[in-house]
């Protein structure tokens, strides 16, 4: 397999001490190119060479199959390497025994592109998901057999009905795949066994080894770390990987920060979080790390990419806390950070019921979702549009990985306190913390920094820097200034306070030290920089630039239904607030919108609505095809699924009572509302999102 796009080609070095570490045993790591792709104690090893990959979530089935090559080409552009996804029961055997693998469920087709596309995947089985699917993902028919006969269907439990249907289960994935495993020379380098599992650990062995049995030979299995395990495992068996979020719509509470999740702001020597799924594990979860589970890499798969807003708790994240999560990771020690999500998207349709989260059924039934939207507010949302901050910020720290990476991936962590870290020759710095210090900063210095040209002609000494080191290109080493400090290098013991965006010469070698503004449009691709506005991947040798922009087009919506008043908010069964009924959506203010057929079909088109009000949805012909709960954010829904059609927007008053989580400025909004009753529909405008060769 050609790892050119996974891990670029070393084109600086710098000290480091190197121990020599004995691998982990798991399934076959060797390709058909004889090719090994290994684990040890630091992290992983590929072709013989330690790297520091990052993976990003994305889910194929809520993701158009026709879009999933240009998104996972923009992955890569953004510094993904690995791709994880879930495969989730209820989309492929909604009834049992009867499969479906098409369309947006063809996963074998989404392996095939990662494979073209040269990007690793880590598949995430089950058969517990999660993710925000209705009831985890277990299909209605086997949460009804559980019901009826928990002794032999049992849910995550070794009992034989369910078991036996696990079973069957691991063996229709992998007749997706087969073929498809990286000792195949496919691209599936991992498997994930459960999720968010106290065990017991012969639960665990058992699900492994069906998979196993099933034919999933991979160069390593995972577990998520969290909760802690209810019992002693065997050590080796399964990677345990770990994540934490800067918030989360699972929270009970209807405050600020409520909890520990400042802590994902600090450099800490626990991989442990506090903070995720809280309404099912608790608010006191021991973080507390065992022994030997130090004597694994330290490896993430759910840093917070992002949060949706659930129906009780209006979340809205800016973009600054993707990097401040991950800078806290690798100055702790973590060789791979891991975002969830990374991608945003789109639940399918089910006439029967929602097929996301809702506390109205008998498992898995915490928060209320909406139905059809999972735009996790991502580096890249829903519709692959970029959020911008996120986007940037978290791309410019993989594009530092990807050429420091080797070197860091081997060194220790020789100092730790709650803001700062060292581990070798980088500082790691922050003090941001999501809404209780939102003027902090996060960034990365190097110290005694030894760098070489690619024929090691020329070598020098970083020995202390006010910069970013970003990457090196065009014979060019690149820094980024960072906000509020004076730009300096130390150099082979000179100081140079050089000018932003113009290169200078430094013992023989060339320095450049990038403006952020500058940085944010900066892409290097194949060791060259070039510039955009917008998001420039690769097409396999053609770059691409792809743009967002609002066009002129007018959008014409006329009000045909006043809003019916407050609806009576309930609690659900989780005593948190319940979304509306279908019944409650009666009460809504209606708006009907014309004109779209007028519109350029060949382009990829978005209607971007801004309103205040509790909830938002959009039918076509009637039928329901975007929701949101509203946080202070636009919703987008897609242009191809409106044309041709009578498209309705409805909306529902918030009510100042309403016993929702807002943050600041959405609540002030709320407070400002006359008769304590919001609603508006501020605008509709159309957003083009064009591609075209750069």
Known sequence: MNIRHLFFILLVSCAATVVAQ??????????????????????????????????????????????????????RAGGITIVATYVFWIHHEEEEGRWDWNGNKNLRKFIEICQEEQMPVVLRIGPFCHGEVYQGGFPVWLTDKAQRDPQQYKLRSQATGFMEATKNLYQHIFAQVKGLLWKDGGPIVGV??????????????????????????????????WPKLNGNEEFGKLLPLYGDYADGFWDRELTD???AYKDAFIMKDTRLSAVIATEALGKNQDTQMNTQDLSYPYLTCELGGGMMPSYHRRINMSGKEVKPLAICKLGSGSNLPGYYMYHG?????????????????????????????????????????????????????????????????????????EHEARRGSFIFHNDYVRIQNEEGISYITPRNLQLS???????????????????????????????????????????????????FKASGMTFCVLSREKAYTAYKIDDKLYYSDG???QDGDIIMEETWNTLPTKVNYVLTKEHGGLREVKMGSQKVAAQPTESDWEKAAVWTISNLNELNENLNLYLQIRYQGDAARIYADGQLVEDNFWNGKPMLVRLSDLVGKKVELRILPFGKDYPIYLQTKEKEALDKAPNGILLSLDSIKVLACEDNVF
Not at 346 to 372: C, F, G, L, R, W
Not at 386 to 396: G, Q, V
Not at 480 to 494: N, S, V
């Open 535 to 537: 998001i420039l991947y």
């Open 22 to 75: 004995e691998t982990f045993r798991f399934g076959t790591n060797v390709n058909p190119d004889g090719v090994k792709f290994e684990v040890d104690a630091r992290g992983f090893i590929i072709g013989g060479k330690h790297v520091l990959p990052v993976m990003g979530e994305i889910h194929y089935a809520r993701v158009p199959e026709q879009d999933w090559r240009r998104e996972i080409q923009k992955m």
């Open 453 to 503: 040209t690619v024929n090691s002609q020329l070598s020098t000494t970083i020995d202390w820097a006010t910069v970013e080191p970003f990457c090196q290109a065009d014979g060019t080493i690149y820094f980024i200034a960072i906000e509020g400090k004076k730009p300096q290098l130390c150099i082979d013991g000179k100081v140079f306070t050089p000018k932003l965006n113009k290169p």
């Open 192 to 225: 994930q066994i459960e999720n968010e599992c106290r065990g017991p650990w012969a639960y665990y062995m058992a699900l492994k080894e069906m998979a196993v049995e099933a034919g999933f030979d991979t160069p390593f299995y995972t577990r998520t770390g």
């Open 345 to 417: 998207g789109t639940n399918p349709y089910n006439p029967k019921h929602t097929m996301a989260e809702t506390q109205a059924t008998s498992v898995t039934n915490y928060n209320d979702m909406p139905h059809i939207t999972y735009d996790f507010q991502a580096p890249l949302g829903e519709m692959g549009q970029p959020n911008w901050t996120a986007w940037h910020e978290s791309r410019l720290l993989h594009q530092f990985l990807a050429d420091w990476g080797e070197e860091l991936s081997q060194m220790d962590v020789d100092s730790l306190s």
């Open 257 to 259: 920060m409520p909890g």
